[in-house]
């Protein structure tokens, strides 16, 4: 990634760039000339005025202060504790009736309905409701005609459930931002787009990032029974597992507001830049070997969850929920096969992140 002589940062259109090194992109994702709200940068409409809400991807500063304390409570390791608890018994369950049936998708039969539950407890999302709004989530996400109206109808479904939760107040964060609305500490558009931000950067992730770890531990026998030899060490196999898959590819778009200066290349004021985290996770001036799937590097300051202000606020979360799911999969997986050939698996794709649409396991009884 870091041959002598090649910039770090290169330019890919006309008021573009990409910044592909470790230490780029860290030095980028704390430099606050480097900006999330294009306005501010006087390149752009303020996201305020897309019809879809603010969320703090979107803004710099205090506002962005405000909107992430908003949600911190409801992802601290406390908080976390009521969501993380259920999942051992839930996992058992969900692979024991996959276990009977003798084949089923990993994804649709285990991943996605253990992550699903808990978003939708963190959110106050009904039970019945979980499984339609989670499609139309990750539908949103997608760069196809679909993307648009499913953003749309998400962001109108999350809109009315904070303001139910106006009337009908849970123990969740639907009811924190609702709490808040009544109250003037945050308006109608950063209440809903909190809401709708909070829903996509918990599932789609979460979800993703299970689906290749599962994928990448089903392709590798050998790993798989080292690993159910030693439990101790799935946290730091996670990590690694981070670090190599790099689940978010990118960032969301930063904007120079004055010019840059960055690994010998000047990135000029109001150019856009995009951060590949997957190419930072792989630089060869940081990480020994980066192509190499090696939980003994026991390195856990890779960038798969940003860097700086933005650096995701679920990471704790998403780690510990990842933990549950493999450490209930990880044994299973010995009687568990692929059942299609890797060519002919269909993916699902977008800016941000690609995973399996499914994966279909056999399961030897
Ligand atoms: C494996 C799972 C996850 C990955 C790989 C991931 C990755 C990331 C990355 C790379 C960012 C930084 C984006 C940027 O700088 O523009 C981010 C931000 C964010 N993430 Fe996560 N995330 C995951 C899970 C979660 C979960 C479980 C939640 C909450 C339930 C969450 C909520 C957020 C929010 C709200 C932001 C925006 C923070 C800000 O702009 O200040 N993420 N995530």
Same mark, same amino acid.
């Given at each position: 990634?870091?041959?002598?002589?090649?910039?770090?940062?290169?330019?890919?259109?006309?008021? $573009? %760039?990409?910044?592909?090194?470790?230490?780029?992109a860290r030095q980028i994702l704390s430099d606050r000339r480097a900006c999330n709200n294009p306005s501010t940068a006087g390149v752009g409409e303020d996201p305020a005025h897309n019809g879809r809400g603010v969320s703090m991807q979107v803004c710099d500063g205090a506002q962005h202060t405000r909107l992430r304390a908003m949600i911190a409570p409801a992802l601290s390791p406390k908080a976390s504790d009521a969501i993380i608890a259920g999942m051992p018994a839930h996992a058992e369950a969900l692979l024991a009736e996959l276990g009977e049936?003798?084949?089923?998708?990993?994804?649709?039969?285990?991943?996605?309905? =253990?992550?699903?539950?808990?978003?939708?407890? =963190?959110l106050g999302i009904p039970e019945d409701d979980q499984a339609r709004i989670l499609v139309i989530a990750e539908d949103s996400t997608v760069a196809d005609e679909t993307g648009a109206p499913a953003a749309d109808a998400l962001y109108?479904?999350?809109? $009315?459930?904070?303001?139910?939760?106006?009337?009908?107040?849970?123990? /969740?964060?639907?009811t924190e931002l609702a709490r808040a609305l009544t109250d003037g500490r945050i308006d109608e558009a950063e209440a809903f787009g909190t809401a709708t931000l909070m829903i996509i950067a918990g599932y789609d992730t979460t979800v993703g %990032?299970?689906?290749?770890?599962?994928?990448?531990?089903? =392709?590798?026998?050998?790993?798989?029974?080292?690993?159910? $030899? /030693?439990? /101790?060490?799935?946290?730091?196999?996670?990590?690694?597992?981070?670090? %190599?898959?790099?689940? +978010?590819?990118?960032?969301? +778009?930063? %904007?120079a507001t004055s010019d840059i200066e960055i690994d010998g290349t000047t990135i000029p004021f109001k150019s856009q830049i995009i951060v590949d985290l997957m190419a930072a996770n792989r630089d060869s001036s940081r990480f020994d070997e980066p192509d190499v799937f090696n939980p003994a590097r026991n390195d856990d300051k890779?960038?798969?969850f940003g860097y700086g202000t933005h650096f995701c606020p679920g990471a704790n979360s998403a780690k510990r929920q990842s933990l549950a799911a493999l450490n209930a999969l990880l044994p299973r997986m010995e009687s568990m096969e692929l059942s299609v050939p890797v060519s002919e698996l269909q993916w699902h794709q977008n800016r941000f992140s690609r995973r399996p649409l499914t994966l279909p396991v056999t399961i030897q009884r």
């Open positions: 990634m870091s041959a002598p002589g090649v910039s770090r940062v290169q330019q890919i259109g006309e008021h $573009a %760039f990409v910044v592909l090194g470790y230490e780029p049936h003798g084949s089923g998708d990993l994804i649709e039969d285990y991943i996605a309905p =253990l992550i699903r539950r808990g978003i939708g407890r =963190l109108d479904y999350m809109s $009315a459930l904070v303001r139910s939760k106006i009337e009908h107040p849970g123990d /969740d964060l639907c %990032f299970l689906a290749m770890a599962a994928l990448t531990l089903l =392709l590798t026998p050998m790993l798989r029974q080292q690993l159910v $030899a /030693d439990p /101790d060490s799935n946290p730091i196999v996670v990590e690694e597992l981070l670090r %190599f898959i790099t689940p +978010t590819k990118g960032v969301w +778009t930063r %904007f890779h960038l798969a």
